[in-house]
């Protein structure tokens, strides 16, 4: 980190679950930067996972909107922000998307490093006894990976976040069946208590300090990066374009410069061609 643009810059993350722990060692190791989290945010008004508060953005605004917040609380001029979404089609797997936004009010950028992959966390399940509700919260690492349960009874919905032994799981769940409620429990994604979620935050936490720390070979404002892929990749057999990657577009979060780097290997197996593989 010899020429570090951020060297001794506050970074402000937008969190009330700890995520600047997942973001301090790079931006520290790589930058030089302190990362902190602005007190007093209210993250939560943005849609919550517990479903209390509906999201009612995409993703990326969401994101957007807490980076703001956190800069207009905290007086510092670069933020960070995560987004995650869940979504279960079948089976034991769910799909976790996560954004990571950076901004700097300074120099006039906003980047984004993104994830998409499987998560090892079940979809939801409805339960009827507490015994049942712990087998299932084991099974996903309960009760180091957290989770939520949500009660629906005449009164209303009521979702509780914070059991945090096998034993208190279990006398909730067996409490509120026995006075009628239909229970279902959920993985808890808040990054502090899912260490599956926090790992890929904190991955895309050191992409994001390295791709701040590469200067525009043309202006020199940090973050040149990958921004775009173009498609096409050649057919190894006869030639025709594909859908698959042929090269990354790396380019500047402030002026037009860019480049291709392209794909390795240059041709595509002929199973992806349309042609020869209708
Ligand atoms: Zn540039
Ligand atoms: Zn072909």
Redesign the pocket.
């Known amino acids: 980190m010899t020429a570090s643009p951020y060297r001794g810059e506050v970074i402000a993350f937008a969190t009330m679950h700890g995520k600047e722990r997942l973001a301090r060692d790079a931006f520290r190791d790589v930058l030089g930067a302190r990362v902190v989290a602005p007190a007093g945010l209210d993250t939560d008004a943005f849609g919550s996972f517990s479903g209390e508060v509906p999201r009612t953005r995409s993703p990326l605004d969401t994101a957007r909107a807490k980076a703001r917040l956190a800069l207009d609380t905290s007086g510092a001029t670069a933020a960070l922000a995560s987004e995650g979404s869940f979504r279960s089609d079948f089976g034991w797997l769910t799909r976790h998307q996560e954004l990571l936004v950076f901004v700097d009010d300074v120099r006039r950028i906003e980047l984004v490093e993104a994830f998409a992959g499987p998560i090892e966390l079940p979809p939801a399940r409805d339960v009827t006894t507490g015994e049942r509700a712990v087998a299932f919260a084991e099974a996903m690492g309960f009760p180091r990976q957290g989770v939520m349960v949500h009660a629906d009874r005449a009164q209303g919905t009521e979702v509780a976040k914070e059991l945090r032994t096998p034993n208190a799981l279990a006398a909730h769940v067996d409490r509120l069946a026995r006075a009628g409620a239909s229970l279902t429990i959920t993985p808890d994604y808040r990054a502090h208590r899912s260490s599956a979620r926090s790992e890929v935050i904190r991955r895309l936490c050191l992409r994001m300090a390295e791709r701040l720390a590469a200067p ?6 940090p973050g ?1 990066g990958r921004t775009d892929v173009r498609r096409g990749l050649p057919c190894g057999d006869c030639g025709e374009p594909t859908s698959l990657p042929l090269a990354d577009v790396h380019g ?6 860019s480049h291709l780097v392209p794909r390795t290997p240059s041709r595509a197996e002929p199973r992806w061609c349309d042609r020869c593989n209708p």
């Not at 500047?252 to 410069?257: F, Y």
């Open positions: 525009c070979p043309a202006c020199a404002t040149y500047c979060a402030a002026c037009d410069a």
